[in-house]
């Protein structure tokens, strides 16, 4: 089984300034990890995953996220954060297999600050 | 990518009433679809994986009596609340992973669901 910890339940961070959202993860097997963004009222949107190759992964809108296998972590990374990137981060984890199911974390709500 | 719909996209119902929710996948098939539950401000929360053609797998918790779910067709999956209370009022998700191509799970939009 799979688990997922976001560390923090709120980022605030000033607008233009870098963030780092911190993700660690559990499993006694291979995993492929993944960030989800949900901007208010609405439904999921992929940021980026990770399912083998480089460990460094570029996503949309500017994120990034670093898979660190030693350290069980998946942080997810901007350089400059907008306005708009207000909205709830989810990381997640899964198995390797097509049907695995998807474990989420709590989620981290990202405040941009003028 | 590939997209997955959901009907309605919220719903208001009485307390006591069943009420159900389609998952689709327009532009692919899949063997499995799960449901997600999300109540405000926090997490989703797997409820159940969909199995075409064979019974549904329900998480520790989740009552499979309340949470009717079916798996028709390959691209097609729907949860029934039976008997919704307030309780129940939360905004439903599905997600399904193409039986070809890569490992990505297509979320659906989510369902409103609220309870009076």
């Known amino acids: 089984a799979q688990s997922v910890t976001q560390l923090d339940s709120q980022v605030p961070v000033f607008e233009e300034a870098p963030v780092e959202l911190r993700c660690n993860y559990s499993?006694?097997?291979?995993?492929?990890l993944f960030w989800y963004v949900q901007y208010p009222n609405q439904g999921l949107q992929l940021l980026l995953k990770?399912?083998?190759?480089?460990?460094l992964v570029k996503g949309i809108n500017g994120f990034e996220a670093e898979f660190n296998k030693s350290q069980t972590s998946f942080h997810l990374r901007k350089p400059s954060v907008h306005i708009s990137d207000t909205a709830e981060y989810f990381c997640a984890v899964s198995g390797t297999n097509r049907d695995d199911k998807i474990i989420f974390g709590k989620g981290t709500r990202l405040h941009i600050l003028p | 990518g590939a997209v997955v719909s959901q009907h309605p996209s919220w719903v208001i119902c009485k307390s006591g009433t069943s009420v159900k929710i389609e998952c689709r996948s327009l532009?692919?098939?899949?063997?499995?679809m799960f449901w997600y539950r999300q109540f405000p401000k926090q997490s989703l929360m797997l409820m159940a994986t969909?199995?075409?053609?064979?019974?549904?797998?329900?998480e520790q918790g989740v009552e499979k009596d309340k949470f009717l779910i079916n798996h028709a067709s390959l691209t097609l999956s729907t949860l029934t609340v039976t008997s919704a209370h307030p309780e129940d009022s939360s905004f439903y998700i599905c997600s399904a992973p193409p039986m070809k191509g890569g490992n990505e799970q297509f979320f659906g939009p989510g369902t409103r669901l609220t309870v009076l």
């Open positions: 969909s199995n075409e053609g064979s019974k549904a797998t329900y």
């Open positions: 532009d692919f098939q899949a063997t499995t």
């Open positions: 990770y399912l083998s190759g480089s460990t």
């Open positions: 499993s006694s097997v291979s995993v492929y």
